[in-house]
T-cell receptor, first 112, second 117 residues
Framework: KQEVTQIPAALSVPEGENLVLNCSFTDSAIYNLQWFRQDPGKGLTSLLLIQSSQREQTSGRLNASLDKSSGRSTLYIAASQPGDSATYLCAVITGANSKLTFGKGITLSVRP | NAGVTQTPKFQVLKTGQSMTLQCAQDMNHEYMSWYRQDPGMGLRLIHYSVGAGITDQGEVPNGYNVSRSTTEDFPLRLLSAAPSQTSVYFC????????????????FGPGTRLTVL
């Protein structure tokens, strides 16, 4: 059974800091991995999608990497801003059971 | 495009009542799914559909029913509401499928917050 872990559950950083959010998964037979952002009381917004054959994807100040063999992904946020405060979730689609499995998310607070 | 829309935004039910959560998308997506989000449990898949007329169960299907008569709509029915179904429900869609699973970017609706008393 695929399990996705995100540690720590919460993170607080000062504005301007570069930061890394971690995601790990137990079954490396994935189709893709996605990073989402969720603001309080809102739905999920997709930030980046990495196919299993890719190593990384970039969008603006965000960079996501994928290491399938070790079951890890990182989301790098450059020059963090208070507007980056949200919960960040990673999710994988696994070939074995063909469903999207989510981590529980990391709640990020960027202090002005 | 409106994207993925969900109605209602909020709902309060009494135990034993039934209701339908509506979900629609205007992006011609084949793959649609329903999740529930609970504190400490994360998002869990309830049901999904890979196209009109085709549905399948996810991780927590008990107490829920779905149908997919059109590409655009994917309603979720609560047959007899229970307090354990108090949750936030999200509908999602994506364009393509591989082996029955959407592999492109998943688009989520704004959610329905359901309370069962």
């Amino acid at each position: 059974k695929q399990e996705v872990t995100q540690i720590p559950a919460a993170l607080s950083v000062p504005e301007g800091e570069n930061l890394v959010l971690n995601c790990s998964f137990t079954d490396s037979a994935i189709y893709n991995l996605q990073w989402f952002r969720q603001d309080p009381g809102k739905g999920l917004t997709s930030l980046l999608l990495i196919q299993s054959s890719q190593r990384e994807q970039t969008s603006g100040r965000l960079n996501a990497s994928l290491d399938k063999s070790s079951g890890r992904s990182t989301l790098y946020i450059a020059a963090s801003q208070p507007g980056d405060s949200a919960t960040y979730l990673c999710a994988v689609i696994t070939g074995a059971n063909s469903k999207l499995t989510f981590g529980k998310g990391i709640t990020l607070s960027v202090r002005p | 495009n409106a994207g993925v829309t969900q109605t209602p935004k909020f709902q309060v039910l009494k135990t034993g009542q039934s209701m339908t959560l509506q979900c629609a998308q205007d992006m011609n997506h084949e793959y649609m799914s329903w999740y529930r989000q609970d504190p400490g449990m994360g998002l869990r898949l309830i049901h999904y559909s890979v196209g009109a007329g085709i549905t399948d169960q996810g991780e927590v299907p008990n107490g829920y029913n779905v149908s997919r008569s059109t590409t655009e709509d994917f309603p979720l029915r609560l047959l007899s509401a229970a307090p354990s179904q108090t949750s936030v429900y999200f509908c999602a869609s994506s364009y393509s499928k591989v082996a029955g699973v959407g592999t492109d970017t998943q688009y989520f609706g704004p959610g329905t917050r359901l309370t069962v008393l």
